[in-house]
Structures are given as C-alpha cells and as structure tokens.
C-alpha cells in the first residue's frame, strides 16, 4: 500500500501561502499509507525561465522530509510558479528502500507516481529495474497509455505528468481508489488516495467542496491547468482479473483482503481465523530448535502447512489435525498453500466395530456405562464390552476391575493434543 497526494490549480489561484499549508499537509496525512519514502513533482506547462519539472524525493518519512533542508528552501518556495504538484509515501513491496526507488519517477518528458503492486514488468518491456512502479512510469514515457494499461495487471492507481501536452492524466483499476475535489470559489483541485485524508485537510483549512469524485476505474482521466475542473475520461480496457483470493505475507503479517476466484466454490472460501482439517502426509525438522514443520493435504487446498510445531507432539503419517488459518498464499491459479497455527489433534470416535460419528458415538453411549451407570463426556475412554446382548459400553474403572480376560476389545477416542 502506498499513497499518492496533490493538487492542479489555475495561475489565476494566488494564495501561495495557503497552497503551500494545503501541500504540506497533504504529504503529512499520506504517511499513514507508506513510510518508507517521500517525493513530491512540481510540474507546469510555459514556465518562464524555471524548468518544467522539478521533483524531490528520499526514503524517509514524511515527517522527515517535510524538514528537509531541499524541501523547505528548494522545493517549497516554487510552489507558486507551478501549477500541478504530484505527492507520493511509498510503502516498499517490490525493490528495496532507498532514494532511487522513492517515487516520483521522471523519464524525459514524464513524471509520474504509482499506488499498487503489478504481477508482472516482463510484458512492459522495460525491465532494467527491479521496481515495478519505475518501469510503468517508464512505459507510459514512451508508448500509447491505453496500450500500457490494458497490458499490466495487479493493482494500480497512477498519477503522470506529460510535459508534452500539459497534461496531468490518472487512471486506476479496481484495486486502489482515486479521489478529487474540486474547492469551490478556488480554481484549485486536490487529489488523494483517501477521501477521509482529504476531508481532514479541507477543514483543518476551512476549505467548501463544490464537488468530490470517485474516479471511474477503466479510464484515463486527463487534467488541463488552465481549467482542471473541466477534465474528460477516455475509456480503455483493464486486464481481466486472475481467478484468485487470499493473503499476502507483508511486514511480519497477512493481509485479509481477497478477490474472488472463479475457479473456487463460493463455499470453498478460506478466510484467516478460519479452521481446515488436514491429513499430515509430511514432517520436517523446524528451522528453529526443538521445532517441526508439517504438511497436510485436505480437499479444500492443494496443501496445508504448519510451522513452529513442537517437537514433542505426538503425530504420524496420515493423522487427521486441524488448525486456524494465518494465511494463504498461491503457487499459480489453481495451487494454493494454506498455512495453519494452533494445530490440534482429531478426535477418532470409536463404537465397537471401528470408528463411527461423534453422533453415533453420543447416542450408543448415552445410557452410561452398563455396570455401574456413570455417565460417558465428550473425551471419555470407552470400552466395549460383548455379550449375548451385544455391545455395550463400559467405563475405565470397570473395564479395569473386570481384568483383561472378559472378550472385550479396547475402543476408545483419542485424547486431544494441542499445540499453540
């Protein structure tokens, strides 16, 4: 998750002062959807004697770079002279955190910012960086937007100046939202990934709404500085979703958002919290000491794995365990991994002649035992006893008292056994 922050205004809009408090405000805010790395892209179309683009960017927090030096003598005092301003908090999910992989992102006449993680660079054909923002900012420099687009899948939402024609252009799929409002009486529009964080900023600053968008996904919605509140949307056609639903492991936990799968029953859906059944066809010794790890199989995923299991549990090839769900993570569309905690033993409810029903066992025990009449609980050993009369149940004490030459054959459900 990132975050992407600005504004386009109108050069008849001169309160500098106001717009500076608004920017800043804005990058301080988005911090709360990435701190790894701050940047910001001042952009404007005929600027006299300034370059067209001038952008700033580091991997440190917001809060950080709001009192950088560049930031507060260098960047801030040209507000004024430029008409777009793109801000960008990146939380780091593909390439590591330095300077260079902080976004705004600028080749040639283009600069730009992306909000998302995309499944694959390979068929943008720039994949010099291992950053898959920088190569879409990269792509979008030097082809067709709506070709690019319609190639990437994943989730994005971007912001790009295009110096060429002046224009400030966004798109974004239904994986990462997109809002702005237009500030009445103000030829100023505010953009952000959160609607809540712009509401914040407009009344902190006593700002009136005269109009908020949800920006439609499927377009590319293009900005003129000169009237940025007259925008239009050109249509193109996003990827078509992969078939898949789960959790991706990010800083240390899972993430609980999911897509539907197609290819999966709607009742087959696996959510963390959830508990799986599975049958242990593998055990290994654990990364850490006195730790093993184990692997199951169960119909609703392709495999099951627990790891951080002691060593001292009790299990063997075949066993039924079950465990609550952390997360799940997939090899491709159809293969899935299900990792699983807290793992547990499985009852094995055994009447007389093998093992039956919870049900089952409940209703043949239910008279108690057939000497002495105690009463079975749910986890009681039982024994069978056989007679002309059948099989009848009998207690621990008095299986004991009876010794072990009476014909009975030991039955009984398998304590549980958890390990957290």
């Known amino acids: 998750m990132c975050g992407i922050v600005g504004y386009i205004r109108n050069k008849g809009y001169q309160y500098n002062t106001e717009v500076k408090a608004i920017l800043q405000q804005l990058l301080y805010v988005d911090a709360l959807r990435g701190f790894d790395s701050t940047g910001i892209a001042l952009a404007s179309p005929n600027v006299i004697n300034k370059e067209e683009m ?12 709001l009192n950088t030096s560049v ?36 080749f040639g006449d283009v600069v730009g910012v992306h909000n998302g993680t995309l499944d694959s660079i390979s068929v943008l ?65 505010i953009f952000g990934s959160e609607d809540k964080m712009l509401e914040w900023v407009i009344e902190r600053n006593k700002l009136t709404v005269e109009e908020t968008y949800d920006l439609s996904s499927g377009y590319i919605h293009e900005f ?32 609980n958002s999911y897509t539907k799968s197609e290819k999966w029953d709607k ?76 793992v547990t033993k499985q009852k094995k409810y055994m009447g007389p002649s093998g093992e039956v029903t919870k049900k089952k066992w409940l209703d043949l025990t239910k008279d108690g035992c057939c000497i002495c009449s105690s009463s079975f609980f749910d986890g009681d050993v039982v024994h069978w006893l056989y007679s002309d009369l059948g099989s009848e149940p009998i207690c621990k004490d008095c299986h004991d008292r009876l010794g072990d030459d009476d014909g009975e054959e030991e039955n009984y459900p398998v304590p549980v056994q958890t390990v957290q």
């Open 125 to 189: 054909g720039h994949s010099k960086s291992g950053v898959d923002s920088e190569n879409l900012i990269e792509a979008l420099s030097s082809e067709d937007a709506s070709k690019v687009l319609e190639s990437i899948g994943g989730a994005y939402s971007i912001v790009w100046w295009d110096k060429r024609d002046g224009i400030l252009r966004m798109a974004r799929n239904d994986d990462r939202p997109m809002y702005v409002v237009f500030i009445q009486k103000l030829d100023l529009v």
């Open 224 to 255: 003129k500085p000169e009237d940025p509140k007259d925008f239009t949307s050109i249509k193109y056609n996003m990827m078509e979703k992969k078939p898949s639903y789960g959790y991706n492991w990010s800083r240390g936990k899972w993430s």
């Open 54 to 65: 001038l952008s700033y960017k580091r991997a440190i927090p917001a809060q950080d770079f």
């Open 267 to 342: 009742d087959d859906v696996i959510l963390t919290g959830d508990s799986v059944k599975f049958d242990v066809i593998r055990v290994e010794e654990g990364k850490n000491k006195g730790k093993k790890s184990l692997y199951g199989a169960t119909e609703s995923a392709t495999t099951v794995v627990a790891h951080g299991v002691d060593k001292g549990f009790n299990v063997s090839l075949g066993d039924t365990l079950e465990g609550i769900v952390q997360g799940i993570q997939y090899v491709d569309d159809i293969e899935r991994q299900v990792f699983v905690r807290s």
């Open 71 to 106: 930031f507060s003598r260098r960047i801030l005092p040209e507000v004024g002279n430029y008409d777009v301003c793109i801000g960008h908090n990146r939380w780091a999910t593909k390439g590591s955190v330095i300077d260079k992989n902080a976004h705004p992102f600028e």
